[in-house]
């Protein structure tokens, strides 16, 4: 609820509720756009019913694959800033990275499943499952549910198995051929490099490494 909707209930001023917030009383949520709100618990709270202790946390997790599609990400969070609105979820962090779903180093990734892991969280909300990890989902919500960590996901429409395949095929074959090309990429600097130091002609090198290989 809003600040003066909470002010009315507990029968204080904004102005009260402000200066709780600033001096750590009554902590308000805070949307991503910095706007103030409480939930039935800091209601409970303020009138006593609920004693302060320390919350487990709710946070929300965006990524896109690429610095390109910033405006994906954009997206993506204020879809999921209605989301948590509408189902009364106090965000007590938004997490944005960009980083390959194939790519399990992803430094912030990694910290969300560190600080799930170690009892901190206690729901991670996402977009699609795949914004989470492209494979091992099913593992990974597994584990944290044994720490008592919850993964919603706010579209949970799953795709036909056909299509689901092909989305699975599709980003193996892109994180391949990306490797791919970065070898080939890392052998043509390498031949241009002995090519320098040999001073042999390109025609030449590649006869000698023919004969090598045969």
Request: charged fraction near 30%; proline fraction near 2%.
């Amino acid at each position: 609820m809003r600040p003066h909707e909470f002010a009315e209930q507990i029968g204080v001023s904004v102005e009260t509720l402000r200066r709780w917030d600033r001096t750590g009383k009554l902590k308000a949520k805070r949307t991503p756009s910095n706007h103030r709100f409480y939930t039935e618990e800091d209601l409970l709270q303020a009138k006593g019913l609920k004693p302060i202790s320390e919350e487990r946390l709710i946070k929300v997790y965006c990524r896109v694959s690429s610095a390109k599609q910033k405006n994906e990400l954009t997206n993506q969070k204020d879809s999921m800033e209605q989301f948590c609105l509408a189902r009364g979820y106090a965000v007590d962090e938004w997490i944005e990275e960009i980083g390959g779903g194939l790519n399990f180093k992803r430094k912030k990734f990694l910290n969300l499943i560190e600080d799930a892991l170690s009892g901190k969280i206690e729901i991670i909300v996402i977009a699609h499952k795949d914004r989470l990890c492209r494979f091992a989902f099913d593992l990974i919500e597994q584990l944290l549910s044994k720490r008592g960590c919850k993964i919603i996901v706010a579209n949970a429409e799953s795709l036909s198995p056909q299509a689901e395949l092909l989305e699975d095929l599709m980003a193996v074959v892109h994180c391949f051929s990306c490797r791919l090309y970065g070898s080939r990429s890392y052998r043509k600097e390498k031949e241009k490099a002995i090519q320098d130091i040999l001073n042999i002609p390109y025609e030449t090198l590649l006869k000698l490494q023919n004969k090598v290989q045969c």
